[in-house]
């Protein structure tokens, strides 16, 4: 039996989320945690296609619900691809503002694709490209976000480091030095929809808050590519902090949030904020990097301190990298 395999990375946004929405550029990151999964040829004379997510299987029905709405969306975007069975499976909590849908949509959309390529050697019609994979699990995406930026998808394809607009979408960027993060969550779920839409009546009501808060991010972003690219982890954990109070000025914080920031801070972080929608979801703190001839450590101390003060106070992180150097791309596998 044929089967093939499928990986993407989760993501960080490191400074300009909402202002993306607007236009304005972002900066984003692939991360360790991701998704995964398996695609085979569905049963003998099955004619419907499946999805195993968890300990729940969903048919490719739009009456099923979300998930089976997601999953016929990515599959008509790969005509031919079906029937498959899938199973799929994620490192990342949804609502988490860490792209755990993207990544489970770029996953699925490349084990589907690598099995059709699979099967195309073996004489069977069918074959995807690359950007046929990233334009089924943007169907995918759209089933949960309405109209998403498009940047967790990027993320999840690409991994890496990368500067996104809508306009333009990802453009490389390359750290000097790898970025060492601490991943903290509130607990409480986040829909990006729902928090983008609170932002668009906010910015409808006051559209002079609109415009410096768009036009604020956009000029920290900038400043943080140039720090990213420089190894100035210190100016970037600055360019983090008023990132977040640039958005607390636009109610997406919360109190879990806020204090996340602040413990992080005070355990030695050089900069913390929340990362994706808010309005719950999680918070990155950005950490010294290892001193010189530590490459290949980690910053075991500062890490732990960190996470040791969310621990204390009743939440719960983790520890991720962004590599320096040029994204990559996360390959799909065949097995």
Known sequence: MIEALGRASGKVILLGEH???YGAPALAAGIERGARARATRAPGGARASALRLG??????APAEGDVARAFAALL??????GPVRVEAESDLPP?????????????IARAVAALARAQAEAGAPGAFTAAAEVAAAAAWERVF???????????????????????????????????????GSTGVPSSTRSMVELVAKLFERKPTLAETSIAGIAALVENAALAIEAGDAI?????????QMLLAGMFVSTEAIETLCRLAREAGALGAKLTGAGGGGSVIALLAPPPPGG??????????????????AGYSGFVTRVKAGAATAAPE???
């Open 19 to 21: 202002a993306v929405v």
């Open 55 to 60: 300990d729940r299987e969903h048919g490719a």
């Open 76 to 81: 008509e975007a790969l005509p031919g691809a």
């Open 95 to 107: 609502g988490g503002g860490l792209g755990s849908s993207a990544a489970l949509g770029v996953a």
């Open 145 to 183: 976000h309405g109209n998403p930026s498009g940047i967790d998808t990027a993320a999840a394809a690409r991994g890496g480091c990368f500067r996104f607009t809508r306009a333009h979408g990802a453009t490389p960027l390359a750290p000097r030095d790898d970025l060492w993060l601490c991943v």
């Open 235 to 243: 100016g970037l954990g600055r360019l983090m902090d008023l990132n």
């Open 295 to 312: 490459a290949a450590a980690t910053p075991n101390g500062a890490a732990g301190r960190v996470l040791a003060a969310w621990r204390d």
């Open 333 to 335: 596998e065949q097995a």
